[in-house]
């Protein structure tokens, strides 16, 4: 089965598991741009990161199997600091439209803060200016109170809903994810957010209509393969096999499909390392 992974930081992810990801059937993946762990002290650092994914890592990619994408975007935790925010997002639309930018994102809320606020309506409105598809990332705490500020800021800006996803949900924030016409993301991680387990629990509670489940794994304790391990769960449970082919492939590359530089080439083949480019 070809697998398409919608959020992963592949920067901080090594060759091994780019390996492992093409031999379980992982074919393609998005990058969202995001917090590196140390907060950046300039715009231009933002710049040569959104750089590296955008032309490098695709690269990287390539020689594994593996079609990469990226969605481009001042992260909510840097959003912090306004006044580099706004140099990054004054920026930000020729980033947009690189050929392997297939989203805005990921944006949101960290702290609900008032300065986090002001980055994610920027850059909302950017996307919906572009028509283009928007990552939206819900904070780790206050789940409730971050769909609650999140659901207005989208209604107030009047984005056509299918654009968007709401990302991280969890049973606490799914009941008011589910009344938007926005897709609803969940993330798989081997210690806290969810287990492939309780993804499935909701999955039978809300249905597999315009749902989206990663790895989001990054450089910390996350894993690659989550999506495999929740390919294992429905089918031991005897999910039907279209669903289960919905959350793996067709609903994100239904996601995707809304924007025109996603174009997935699930043919890819991993080179022999003597024939990488330096
Ligand atoms: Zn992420």
Redesign the pocket.
């Known amino acids: 089965m070809t697998i398409i992974e919608p ?3 592949m920067y901080s992810r090594t060759t091994d598991d780019y390996q492992r990801m093409f031999s379980n059937g992982i074919k393609a993946c998005v990058e ?1 741009s ?1 917090w590196l762990g140390l907060s950046r002290k300039s715009s231009e650092s933002f710049f040569d990161y959104f750089d590296l994914i955008l032309d490098f890592e695709t690269i990287r990619a390539k020689r594994f199997g593996i079609d990469h994408f990226c969605a481009i975007a001042m992260n909510p935790k840097e959003s912090e600091n306004a006044q580099l925010a706004n140099s990054v997002i004054d920026k930000l639309t020729d980033f947009l439209k690189h050929p392997r930018c297939v989203a805005l994102g ?1 944006i949101g809320f960290n702290n609900i803060t008032k300065n986090e606020e002001v980055a994610f309506e920027r850059q909302l409105h950017i996307a919906h200016t572009l028509e283009m598809p928007v990552i939206i ?1 819900l904070p780790h705490q206050n789940k409730v109170k971050g769909i609650q500020r999140t659901i207005d800021i989208i209604k107030n800006e009047g984005i056509r809903e299918e654009l968007v996803l709401i ?2 949900n969890t049973e606490e924030s799914m009941v008011y994810a589910r009344k938007t016409n926005s897709w609803t993301g969940m993330t798989v991680y081997p210690i806290s957010k969810l287990t492939p387990v309780r993804v499935m629990d909701l999955l039978k509670i809300y249905g597999y209509e315009k749902m989206l489940v990663s790895g ?1 794994a ?1 450089w910390g304790i996350s894993d690659p393969l989550s999506m495999i391990k929740v390919k294992s769960t429905l089918e031991a449970h005897s999910e039907p096999n279209e669903k289960i082919s919905d959350i793996l492939f067709n609903n994100p590359n239904q996601f995707y499909s809304q924007s025109k530089n996603w174009k997935p080439d699930l043919a890819l083949v991993p080179l022999n390392p003597n024939q990488f480019q330096r």
Request: glycine share 0%; no cysteine.
């Open positions: 959020h992963i930081h969202p995001f990921e990332h990302d991280h989001s990054d």
